[in-house]
């Protein structure tokens, strides 16, 4: 098996419990734990929380909505919002580390962090920087390459400047 295979096989496993058609869900709210069947195992999330892991997840709100995009922490009481378009249709690699990078922001917002602080731009705002550098370095521990690193951290609504600046803080923008 490749790396990249091997890569592809393990997070699959993680996600294989999804519901197949996750848009048959209302709008409705979760338990994180109930969901996301043994994220309290990943070293990756472990490193996020540690001791305190398996108990944030089984407190931890998920709702799937209609939103566009992909998945955010709720500033307002610090619950994770999910498009269920993305969940359903979304590469599971993508995901996958859309779900780590979400959960240090859980961590952040646990701490009284603000997430959503309106003097920095998206790109430079620490909470930002720290959860990206947290998410591309498990990508990094998958095997995945800067290439592929760049392809997920690229978004439709980043310029191309931004995208650069993301790029070089993460420490993926040479090849
Ligand atoms: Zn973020």
Known sequence: MSAMEYVGFRILRLLRKLPINIL??????????????NFDK???VKGIFG?????????LTVEFSWIMGYMYVDGSDGHLVISKNYLNNGDKTDIYLDLIHE????????E?????DPRYDYVERPTEIEAYR???????????????????????????????KLAKSVNVLSA
Do not use: P
């Open 24 to 37: 048959g869900i209302g709008n409705r709210k979760v338990i994180f734990a109930d969901f996301f069947k």
């Open 42 to 44: 990943v070293e990756a």
């Open 134 to 164: 947290y998410c591309v370095q498990e990508a990094k521990r998958l095997g995945l390459s800067n290439e592929r690193i760049r392809c997920y951290l690229w978004t439709e609504w980043m310029s191309e400047n931004d995208f650069k």
């Open 51 to 59: 001791d305190k892991t398996s108990d944030v997840l089984s407190h």
């Open 103 to 110: 959960l240090c922001h859980v961590k952040q917002f646990m």
């Open 112 to 116: 009284g962090k603000e997430l959503f």
